[in-house]
């Protein structure tokens, strides 16, 4: 699905006439990717909202030259243009380093992970765990993207970590297991049994889409 967002230039002699921009990427995990890369760019730039960005560059095109092939920028007339430029992008999560969430299969959006006694992740559609989720190593408050190092754990103890067992299956430990945000896209299956829980189980580029939700 193809995400949207508004970017202008926040110079301030610029506040009022143009340079301003319509982005359009695959998805917004694309557009947070651009972000991350055109935050680290010579002018920077400010994530005001998942769908509206801005910067002191008058060319947020040449910014991240290396995404140019999935990313589109349409150039939108000043202030006193007539012509409404608006768009709907469906909801999405912001997927901020330390915040918390739930995790949701994007298939079946009544089926959540929880958390049992011993530990192990299951997916239910009774009941579900709120979960910690964090870029390894790095400061909270950064936009996670794909290739990052994340680490899970449960949002009510910090100490319990999401970690996968030589079998497979998914549990709180003491320790965790090396993972990419990206994995939530294909690593984790829950088979599903009837009404019955299933296991989440690590089942690399084999598994569903799972999401994240506030």
């Known amino acids: 699905m193809v995400f949207y967002a508004f970017y202008k230039t926040s110079q301030p002699v610029y506040d009022l006439y143009g340079f301003r921009y319509l982005i359009a990427a695959p998805d917004a995990d694309t557009m947070d990717e651009w972000f991350r890369k055109a935050s680290e760019s010579t002018n920077g730039c400010t994530r005001h909202a998942p769908d509206f960005y801005s910067s002191n560059d008058n060319y947020p095109y040449n910014m991240v ?42 298939g079946n959006p009544k089926l959540y992970w929880t958390t ?46 999401l970690a996968v067992r030589d079998n497979g299956e998914l549990y709180l430990s003491s320790h965790s297991t090396p993972m990419r945000f990206r ?20 089942v690399d580029n084999a598994g569903e889409v799972w999401e994240l939700v506030s």
């Open 183 to 202: 994995d939530f896209k294909n690593n984790f299956l829950a088979e599903a049994n009837g009404d019955a829980d299933a296991p989440v189980v690590n």
């Open 116 to 161: 049992y006694t011993n530990g192990l992740i299951y997916a239910s559609e009774t009941s579900r765990t709120r979960f910690c989720i964090r870029i390894d190593g790095d400061d909270k408050n950064k936009i996670m993207i794909g290739s990052d190092a994340i680490i899970i754990s449960s949002a009510t103890d910090s100490k319990r970590h």
């Open 65 to 106: 030259p290396e995404m140019a092939d999935v990313m589109m920028f349409t150039y939108l007339k000043d202030r006193d243009g007539l012509d409404p430029t608006i768009f709907h992008n469906q909801g999405s999560t912001d997927h901020i380093s330390g915040k918390t969430f739930y995790v949701r299969a994007k």
